[in-house]
């Protein structure tokens, strides 16, 4: 006697299936809902607890927006600390401007001096107008070198003090923790 569960080859080698008389294949549910409506309905549950109760989305968003008008605000320190720099930088140029012409007008002065000197006395002019203009050179040369030497110790002193600023404000041990966790996290 054969089994009845076992599968039947036909003449043409094709297996048949056979029949158990259970008719079509039935699916499982519960309380009269299939498998694709209960997980419809549990992504429906699931959804409106996260955005009913835990305002997932607004934590998110304003985490996010928090960030975005934080760096903003850095920018904005960064545009007016440059305009800072470019008027120092545009002021100390005017400074320089304003001792090289201040220099000229001394060398021209000394000059006329020097003629007015040349005219009154002949006689002993020419030692005495060698050592007068000998003078004035030495004291414009003095002169712009103080104040080259001025202006750049100003404008040492202060991108010295502003990054010193800077640095303290924005950069301690507790943001560069911070900063690498970020950066390791990323990964």
Known sequence: ????????????????????????????????????AWVSLSMLVLLAIAFGYAKAHKAITGGLDNKIAAIKQQLD?????????????????A?????????EAMIAHAQGEADHILEKAEADSTAMIERRKKMAEDKIAAAERSAVEEVR?????????AAKGLIAEKHDAAADAKLADELISGI
């Open 1 to 36: 006697m054969a089994d009845p569960f076992e599968q039947q080859a036909d003449h043409t080698g094709a297996i048949e299936q056979p029949d158990h008389g259970l008719g079509e294949h039935l699916e499982p549910n519960a309380f009269g809902l299939g498998p694709g």
């Open 77 to 93: 320190e960064a545009k007016n600390l440059r305009a800072e720099a470019e008027a120092l930088r545009d002021e100390y140029a």
């Open 95 to 103: 400074k320089i401007a304003n001792a090289e012409k201040d220099a």
């Open 153 to 161: 110790a100003v404008a040492v002193s202060t991108a010295a003090t």
